[in-house]
């Protein structure tokens, strides 16, 4: 019986101490992979991927970032529950379904999950958030989201992206 708690307490803690572990080591460190860069090199996507620290990447590129995928980035704690709520609102009235993921969803779900939509991994997604956003700031948020994010197949990050389609440094 103790064995069998003890395995039950492992499969159930365990994935979060590895999370926290993680989310620990790459508060410094750059993330040298993520599950979509797996997934994407099993399609047969090469990989390609340079990290830049948020210092040398051109800071009109953040802003570009924050301006079209998260306005509110430097004021939420992961979630955006206004858009949230607007998102909601489009779909009952409209019924036109649309994303209301943050820059710290993004990051989260490139870093931890899969890439496509359910609820379990929206759900999982939204719990992971709120813990990044307390372990890490926002600058650091921003730096892994422009170091991972898929700027085309297989092209990881804004230093690959600014090589591969315009020959040039992020």
Known sequence: MRLIRRAILTVLIGPFVLI???????????VPLTPLMVIRWNQDHPIQKDWVAIEDISPHLARS????????????AGVDWSAVKTVMEEYRDEGRLRGASTVSMQTVKNLYLWP???????????????VLEWAWPKD???EVY???VELGPGVYGAQAAAQHHFGRDA
Do not use: Q, W
């Open 20 to 30: 926290a572990i993680h989310m620990a080591l790459f508060r410094v460190m750059p």
């Open 65 to 76: 970032v924050i301006a079209a995928e998260d306005n509110r980035f430097c004021v939420h």
């Open 116 to 130: 496509s939509r359910s609820v379990v991994r929206k759900g999982l997604e939204t719990g992971l958030v709120y």
């Open 140 to 142: 650091r948020i921003m």
């Open 146 to 148: 422009l170091n991972i």
